[in-house]
């Protein structure tokens, strides 16, 4: 009876526990493995960490890793503060059209990534490109370096701003009316309410946002990929762009595997020193 009790979880969490070990521990592991290993001539041998110590002095994986550095101290914050704001003026009783605006906000987020890629290389085209156009100017944002990464940056933000937008919603509607209420008492304006009352409130939200954000980032292949396919000259690389890069077009996996795990490794340092740094509680 005792036996058969101990049995009884096993019976309902064996098929997911299966799952989770085929398509994720096993991989997981294997990748790991290959990262130690090198093939020459379709023989496979181990290699140890000489794919690690090959990422040190490749320049294109440096230049990946400046890239997404870039994005991540410029973008986030633009992309995080522009959700907050549009956050509290569509959260604001007095604006009409609020689910409205809400969902027009927030479909850039489920656009196809295709059809939206394909519309931003038209509008930024150098000749004849609408935004160019529009500014009289003849910018070339996709084959200039410094207005490539522009353009990424920018293409990312009108895409992910709504999503976080609405994570950033959710968070406002649950701080209760009450603190705006003893706020105003209290003799706060607008603006000090919303930085004593709000932001406070929403720190684990805005933590949130920033973490995923963050590993948004290191993880950015389809943006890159379909916009400007990591040119011109790797100004717009991302170190995923470069593992697929390397793994299915040279046919290198063991070198792809480690620039994974250095992704991962870099991904758990970044999310921990947000938490440490910013998730603290205030003694």
């Known amino acids: ?21 085929l398509f994720f521990a096993y991989p997981l592991g294997a990748s790991l493995l290959q990262s130690l290993q090198r093939t020459e001539d379709g023989l496979t041998e181990w290699a140890g960490l000489e794919n690690y110590q090959r990422l040190l002095h490749d320049d294109r994986f440096l230049q990946s890793l400046i890239n997404v550095g870039l994005i ?21 009783s007095w604006l009409r059209f609020r689910a409205t605006l809400r969902i027009a906000y927030f479909l850039p987020a489920v656009t196809t990534l295709v059809a939206y890629a394909v519309v931003f290389r038209v509008l930024l085209r150098t000749d004849g490109g609408m935004v160019n156009q529009l500014l009289g100017a003849e910018i070339a944002w996709l084959d200039d370096p410094a207005w490539a990464r522009v353009a990424l940056i920018a293409s990312i933000t009108w895409r992910w701003t709504g999503y976080n937008m609405i994570i950033l919603l959710a968070g406002l509607q649950a701080i209760g009316k009450e603190q705006y209420e003893a706020a105003s008492i209290d003799g706060a304006g607008p603006f000090r309410s919303f930085v004593s009352v709000i932001v406070p409130q929403l720190k684990p939200v805005i933590l949130f946002c920033s973490i995923t954000s963050t590993i948004g980032t290191l993880q950015l292949f389809d943006e890159n990929k379909l916009l400007t396919d990591g040119g011109p000259d790797d100004a717009t690389t991302s170190p995923i762009l470069l593992l697929y890069q390397v793994g299915f077009r040279q046919f290198d996996f063991g070198y792809a595997a480690a620039m994974a795990w250095v992704v991962v490794l870099l991904i758990g340092v970044l999310s921990y020193a947000q938490f440490r740094w910013f998730g603290k509680e205030k003694s």
């Not at 101990?6 to 799952?19: H, K």
């Open 72 to 92: 991540l101290v410029v973008q986030v914050p633009i992309m995080i503060g522009l959700a907050l704001a549009l956050a509290y003026v569509l959260n604001q």
């Open 1 to 21: 009876m005792i036996l058969r009790r101990r049995l009884v979880p096993w019976v309902f969490a064996g098929p997911a526990a299966a799952l989770l070990a």
